[in-house]
Structures are given as structure tokens and as C-alpha cells.
């Protein structure tokens, strides 16, 4: 697309923001398909998280998803929470400066 500079996914000449690459096969679905799946996360594709019983997509080079212990962790010493945003810490440490009008819980 015009000026976008992300590599083409594929035969397609777009990236995949732009429609290039493979496509969720969910009816009306327009998202990318995750990984060697025929659907986007949403959908049920992709890695998944192998903690028993759980559905959700796992993050990153990780088996689990943020609730089960995927993905980065809060930088705070004995912090186990899920960084918020582009941060290196959870919500608690961040502060309502951040994300005005959310509710922060008490850190213990």
C-alpha cells in the first residue's frame, strides 16, 4: 500500500497489515492466520497455552498464556504480574499517570 514499508507476506505484493499473507478461514473474519494454522488467534489459531483446561493463545516464544506465566513479567523484584503496554512493569507499578481513568489495585 502506499507508504507502508513492512515486507510483502507471500505471492501478494502487501504486508500483512495490508492483506498480504495468509488469511483466517473464519466466516467474515479478515484477520491474518497465525503460524501453520488456517485461523487468527481469535479464531483458535496459533500456539495455544498448555496449561490444562485453558483456551487462550499462548505468548511469544512461550508455552503459556499472560495468566498461566507467558510472555514477559513486571520488572519489579518478585513481581509475577504481565507488563502493561510498551512498559517494563505491571499496572500497579506504572501508575494511573499512564492509563488515566483505570482502576490500579493495592500492591501488596
Known amino acids: 500500500a502506499d507508504g507502508c514499508n513492512k515486507s510483502a507476506e507471500g505471492s501478494i505484493e502487501y504486508c500483512k497489515a495490508h492483506g498480504g499473507g495468509k488469511r483466517c478461514q ?11 494454522t ?28 499472560a495468566a498461566h506465566g507467558g510472555g514477559k513479567r513486571c520488572q519489579a523484584d518478585g513481581c509475577t504480574k504481565s507488563p502493561i503496554g510498551s512498559t517494563q512493569y505491571c499496572m500497579v507499578r506504572v501508575g494511573a499517570q499512564a492509563l488515566p481513568g483505570r482502576r490500579l489495585h493495592q500492591s501488596s
Open 26 to 36: 473464519a466466516d467474515g473474519c479478515t484477520k491474518s492466520a497465525q503460524g501453520s
Open 38 to 65: 488456517e485461523y487468527c488467534a481469535a479464531h483458535g489459531g496459533g500456539k495455544r497455552c498448555q496449561a490444562d483446561g485453558c483456551t487462550k493463545s499462548a505468548i511469544g516464544s512461550t508455552e503459556y498464556c
